[in-house]
Nanobody, 116 residues
Framework: QVQLLESGGGLVQAGGSLRLSCAAS????????MGWYRQAPGKQRELVAG???????NYADSVKGRFTISRDNADYTVYLQMNNLKPEDTAVYYC??????????WGQGTQVTVSS
């Protein structure tokens, strides 16, 4: 089992910044990829950013140049630094971890709201 605990969501004005954190616990030794997804009202859940165990990153086109995903030295926590936020970034953000050859664990979700 893998458990994910998220923090860092909130309300910001357009152009502001937030940093999301996701701490993994449990069977962390089998985790291959961690990342962030988001889901806005009326939209499907989409991948925002991901990072592999060796540090390869991937980003949605809509956030390239504005968001950065990173991890701590122990690889127990991942972060999503979100800069120059736009109203269209408003969504519930979910941390995700893939483990045991593709099994997925999900965080509870954290609300990010960007006002104009």
């Amino acid at each position: 089992q893998v458990q994910l605990l998220e923090s860092g969501g909130g309300l910001v004005q357009a152009g502001g910044s937030l940093r999301l954190s996701c701490a993994a616990s449990g069977n962390i030794f089998t985790i291959s990829i961690m990342g962030w997804y988001r889901q806005a009202p009326g939209k499907q859940r989409e991948l925002v950013a991901g990072i592999t165990r060796i540090g390869i990153t991937n980003y949605a086109d809509s956030v390239k140049g504005r968001f950065t995903i990173s991890r701590d030295n122990a690889d127990y926590t991942v972060y999503l630094q979100m800069n120059n936020l736009k109203p269209e970034d408003t969504a519930v953000y979910y941390c995700n971890a893939r483990y045991n050859y593709g099994t997925s664990a999900w965080g509870q979700g954290t609300q990010v709201t960007v006002s104009s």
